[in-house]
């Protein structure tokens, strides 16, 4: 991973059968502690996008020392997203359990 803007992420999703959904996103705007912004796209295992993908917009806040992370997704149509939410979810659902899980390690050093 290279956060930076312009920078890329590069991975592959592995479900529990094995099969792999490879995913590139590139770094479009970075604001120290409280955004950033990338472009999300599925691809081959050559980093070859399928387009049309998305456009992620995180923002991150603080009050009484919790930080609060919101997320929005920009797709161009609503029969994009619709494809997107079949696997999405339960994709999410995990990624989300596993920084929380993170966080708490984190914040008891």
């Known amino acids: 991973m290279n956060f930076e803007v312009g920078g890329k992420r590069f991975y592959a999703m592995v479900s529990p059968g094995g099969e792999e959904r490879w995913l590139l996103q590139e770094y479009t705007s970075i604001t120290p502690k409280t955004n950033f912004k990338m472009s999300n796209a599925f691809a081959d295992k050559d980093e070859n996008p399928e387009l049309p993908g998305s456009e992620w917009d995180y923002n991150f806040s603080e009050q ?8 929005t997704i920009f797709n161009e149509s609503f029969d994009r ?8 979810q339960q994709g999410f659902t995990i990624t989300l359990n596993s920084l929380e899980n993170l966080l708490a390690t984190l914040s008891k050093k």
């Open 64 to 71: 009484n020392g919790i930080t609060k992370v919101s997320i």
């Open 81 to 88: 997203m619709e494809r997107l939410l079949e696997g999405f």
